[in-house]
Structures are given as C-alpha cells and as structure tokens.
C-alpha cells in the first residue's frame, strides 16, 4: 500500500476499428430513409461493422496491444483489465476474461466487465482510478468495446442507421506528481428510465425463446426523442457540476470529448456550455454511435491529430443506457522518460 498520494493519468491510447464500412446509401437500399435524413438528423455518414467472429473482445484486445506498444510496454506490465460493454460477447463469461487470453495478459490480474451502456468508459475509468490510487496496482487497461450491429434490428430504420462497431483502449498509470491525469468525475444513474433505451429479452427476466426471437425482443429499442432530451441536459449539467467541483472554467478546457450519439446532441451540449464547436471534437460521421469505444475513439484521433498537448484540460462526458451518465476532467500528462 502506498502513503503518497497517486495520480493515474492515460499513459497512451489504441484503437481498432473492423474493415467493413456500411453507408447511408447502403442502408437507403435496406430501410425507408435516405443519406440525407441520416445525415441532417445524426450527423452520420457511413458507420463499421465487424464481421462474425469479429467480436468485443478481439476489437479490444487488438485497440489495447496498440496502447500497450505505444507505452513502449508489454503484456506482462498490465496488472488490472476492465473492459466496459454492452454487447459482450456472451452473458458470461466476461468479454474482459477472454481479451485477457487473447493479449497474453499475466493469470495474477483482476480482470472484469463494467455494463453502464454508451457511459461505460467513463465509468470503468473511474473504477479503475479508484483501485489503482490504493497502490495496488501500478497500470491499468480501461477498454470500450461494443459490437452494436449484433443488436441491432436491421428492419428498424429509427435505430439501425446510428450505430456502429469499434473499440478503443487507454492505458492507465500512477504517478506521484500531482495535479494530474483523472482530476475530479462524477457518475449517475436513472433505473427509473430504463424502458428509454434497452434490450427487453434474451437476459434471465426473458430467456431467448422462438417468440422473443419472433417478437425481436432481443434487439435494441429506442425512444429516440426522450433520450435525446434527456442527453442533452444531463451532459451540460454533468460537464458543469464537475467544472464547479474542480474549481475549472469552461474557457480553461482544451477540449470537449463527448460520447458520440448525435451531432445535434454535442451541438446542444456544446451552446447551453457556451463553447463553440471548434472545442467538440466529433467523428460520428465515420462511425456512428458506438457506445462505450466512443470516447477513446474521439480522443485518439484528437491526439494522432496533435491536437492534444501536454497539460491540456480534457473534459469527457458520456450518457447512455439505464439511463447513466458520467463526465471525468482529466490533465494530459506526457510524463518525460
Ligand atoms: O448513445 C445514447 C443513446 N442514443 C442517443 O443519444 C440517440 C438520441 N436520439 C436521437 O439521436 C434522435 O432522436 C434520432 C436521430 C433517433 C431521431 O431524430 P429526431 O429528430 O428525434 O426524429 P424523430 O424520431 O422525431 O422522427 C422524425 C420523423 C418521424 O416521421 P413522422 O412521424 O414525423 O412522419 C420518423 O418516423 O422521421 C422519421 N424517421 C426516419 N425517416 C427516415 C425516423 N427514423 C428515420 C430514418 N429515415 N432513419
């Protein structure tokens, strides 16, 4: 156990996304809508889709070597899993125990799934910052991977043209400097919306039967209205409530990452913040909504990009299923080697 008080800050990132890409025009073919209801509507232009036997928990293992290699590290260093779903790979066991075999990671390690839907990221982050700061354990691999088009009702044109597959990785560590990495979060939850956004079959309540497979009950239903609503006040009013609790201005943030649902949505987040666009960092026009790989997604391609720099204020915020919510303020620490 340690004495001094750790920081955990992201070390390095990965990402993986499957080959295949499914436009708008390819989904016009299959359901009554059109590149540019999706487009004005979403924000989205064409989304990936993993092929069978492309599952959670490959997409994550291969996002997760990429961290692991940009770390300048090695399986055999990872000394806690958590990978955050909502489409496992199967009920049980975890998708993180399989990823576990597929990257070679040590047998001595905790390894384990978070369900918190499309706020899994930011919920496994905290979980794991929160282990990793007893001194227990040193670096940490927190992965969003989701293969939504596993559940997806393909005949469903309210839900089948948002959402994607992908899979995102950070590789956590402690440190002893302060005022760094995971600063202040805030997590939540509102089982009392549940019915918003779910999958009514195919868990223990309802086992998978020929009617609930008739019924498609297994797939995902959506009011997309209600959820909208809901996502754009409690993303602006978690972003606000962890900005108060860490004495942080919104002019003080480099950047917005927020959980990629919709553009209106960010757009939403974005004015009742009062931040322009610029500070919103969004690529749901290549990948749709993919859950819990969306925030390592959209930070990734902002840090290959250069846009992320050393001491940069980075706001993270994520809304999804259950409903839950959650948002992390977090340093960009690049510590010097
Ligand atoms: O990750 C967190 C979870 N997900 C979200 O955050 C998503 C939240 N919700 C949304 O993003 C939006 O509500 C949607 C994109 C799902 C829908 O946008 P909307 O502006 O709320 O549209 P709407 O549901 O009010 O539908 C407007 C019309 C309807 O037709 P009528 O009733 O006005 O004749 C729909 O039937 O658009 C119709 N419609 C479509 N038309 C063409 C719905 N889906 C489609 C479609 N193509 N794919």
């Known amino acids: 156990m340690s004495s001094v008080e750790l920081s955990v800050f992201i070390r390095a990132i990965g990402v993986h996304t499957p080959e295949r890409t499914l436009t708008n025009a390819e989904l016009s073919k299959m359901v009554d809508t059109s590149d540019e209801w999706i487009k004005t509507r979403s924000g989205i232009a064409e989304r990936r889709i993993a092929g069978p036997g492309e599952n959670p928990s490959d997409m994550g293992a291969k996002a997760a070597a990429k961290a692991i290699a940009r770390a300048g590290l090695t399986p055999a260093d990872v000394d806690l899993l958590i990978v955050a779903t909502m489409t496992p790979d199967v009920p049980f066991p975890s998708t993180a125990c399989f990823l576990q075999a597929k990257l070679g990671l040590r047998r001595d390690i905790p390894c384990f799934d978070v369900s918190a839907a499309c706020s899994g990221f930011v919920y496994a982050l905290q979980v794991a910052k929160d282990m990793m700061r007893s001194g227990s354990y040193r670096r940490a691999l927190v992965v969003g991977a989701e293969k939504l088009s596993s559940v997806v009702d393909w005949s469903d044109r309210t839900t089948c043209v948002l959402f994607g597959d992908g899979a995102g990785a950070a590789l956590l560590e402690t440190t002893t400097e302060p005022n760094v990495g995971l600063l202040g979060n805030?997590?939540?939850?509102?089982?009392?919306?549940?019915e918003l956004l779910h999958c009514a079959a195919g868990g223990s309540a309802a086992p998978a039967t020929a009617d609930s497979l008739r019924d498609g009950k297994h797939f995902l239903r959506m009011n997309g209205k209600e959820v909208f609503r809901h996502a754009v006040r409690v993303m602006a009013e978690s972003c606000e409530r962890v900005l108060a609790k860490c004495d942080v201005k919104s002019e003080q943030v480099a950047w917005f990452i927020p959980h990629q649902a919709n553009i209106r949505i960010l757009e939403a987040v974005a004015s009742q913040l009062n931040v322009g666009m610029d500070r919103f960092p969004s690529n749901l026009e290549r990948y749709g909504n993919t859950s819990a790989a969306s925030i390592p997604l959209a930070l990734e391609?902002?840090?290959?990009?250069?846009?992320?720099?050393?001491?940069?204020?980075?706001?993270?915020?994520?809304?999804?299923?259950?409903?839950?919510?959650?948002?992390?303020?977090l340093r960009w620490h690049e510590p010097t080697r």
Do not use: C, S, Y
Request: charged share 15%; hydrophobic share 55%; net charge negative.
């Open 186 to 194: 805030l997590l939540g939850a509102d089982g009392n919306n549940a």
């Open 301 to 329: 391609e902002a840090w290959q990009a250069g846009k992320i720099k050393h001491g940069d204020l980075i706001l993270i915020v994520a809304f999804g299923a259950g409903l839950t919510w959650g948002a992390t303020l």
